[in-house]
């Protein structure tokens, strides 16, 4: 007669592991406060900045002190006198949502495929028609370069090139450390600089790959197109992926598990997902933060692959941001170099 299988040491081995994972998990203060406190601390933070706050009013270019007088009287519309170039060099960006040119007839500048665009011409048709039928046109924008889509593709290319440099160098050295990887590594005729430079290198490499996806998908799929030099884009990509690997290296130097280097990284990405003008231009934050938005190195490297791409910018017009990614360039791997530990 066969022996009754025994069912209850099974799961009792099952609940030891788990309870030696949780006991684990519990006694690195790092990767609590990454899985817990980070994201109660961001709830606070966003709670107090974003309560009881009105809508964020629409940006709107006027053409003409008649107009910008006449659409000043809602308060929920920010409008500003310019000229007509730099009216839609404004929309182009991002800056503003609406053109008002001067008539007759009254002209609305916009692109139709923008929800915030086409609220601005509904508030501003209300503001200037309080009484009676509107007496206006659309002109809407659907030229390859004022869309938004046009806005988007290079704000995408900057955050793709800076979760690449991230994620793919900063999380890969940490969890060779977890490995031992690193520990085995020490006793190669190997040196700490060149261990680092080929993390480097290997991002600058595989830039090449993947920039050309990139600008292929952007003009097959939606006819962007690059408006400046192809080669000056490659190399402002090149700086922004060696300051990105840098920061990567920086953030893995010290780092003891993968939770940590996770959470350091998330710290790191989560303030230029949204305030570094991937998604919508970084003039809608206040004029106080726009010296702490400019020193981000993301911002820089947006706003250069937008002027390039869309308004056919040189060196010189982009070497203020240049010269930031390089700096964080190296700076960057510099402190990382002093700071890195096998182990």
């Keep these: 007669m066969n022996a009754p299988i025994a ?3 099974p799961r009792s081995a099952m609940a030891q592991l788990t309870l030696a994972r949780l006991r684990l998990f519990f006694r690195e ?16 933070a966003l709670g107090i900045a974003f309560r009881n706050r009105p809508p964020e009013p629409v940006a709107i270019a006027a053409e003409s002190a008649e107009l910008q007088s006449a659409l000043a009287r809602d308060p929920k519309v920010r409008v500003s006198l310019l000229d007509d170039a730099a009216a839609r060099r ?8 609406l053109v008002v040119q001067p008539g007759p007839p009254i002209a609305f500048l916009y ?16 503001a200037l028609h309080p009484h009676g039928p509107p007496a206006t046109i659309d002109r809407q924008v659907t030229e390859p370069g004022s869309r938004y889509i046009d806005f988007l593709i290079p704000g995408l290319i900057g955050m793709n090139i800076m979760s690449s ?3 793919g160098i900063g999380y890969v050295v940490v969890e060779m450390r977890t490995r031992k990887l690193l520990k085995r590594l020490v006793a190669t005729p190997m040196s700490r600089a060149q261990f680092l430079w080929s993390f480097v290198l290997m991002r600058a490499l595989f830039l090449f790959i993947e920039l050309p996806v990139l600008l292929g998908f952007g003009w097959f799929a939606f006819k962007v197109g690059v408006a400046g030099s192809l080669p000056l884009l490659f190399g402002v990509s090149l700086l922004g992926a060696l300051a990105f690997a840098g920061i990567g290296l920086l953030v893995a130097s010290r780092a003891q598990n993968t939770q940590t280097v996770a959470g350091l990284i998330n710290l790191v990405m989560l303030p ?10 970084t003039a809608r934050f206040p004029d106080a933060l726009q010296p702490f938005l400019k020193a981000l190195p993301l911002t820089a490297l947006n706003d250069a692959l937008r002027a390039i791409m869309t308004d056919g910018a040189g060196l010189g ?7 930031l990614l390089a700096g ?16």
């Design 317 to 323: 017009a982009i070497a203020g941001p240049l010269a």
């Design 111 to 126: 692109d139709p495929t923008r929800a915030e665009s086409r609220l601005a011409r509904a508030l501003a048709d209300a």
């Design 328 to 343: 964080i360039a190296a700076a960057s791997f510099a402190l990382a170099l002093k700071l890195f530990r096998w182990r």
């Design 165 to 167: 440099g991230m994620w």
């Design 90 to 97: 404004a929309l182009r960006t991002g800056k503003v949502d």
């Design 272 to 281: 230029m997902f949204i305030a570094s003008g991937v998604f919508f231009s």
């Design 29 to 44: 203060p790092g990767a609590v406060f990454w899985t817990f406190g980070f994201p109660l601390l961001l709830s606070i």
């Design 7 to 9: 069912t209850g040491a």
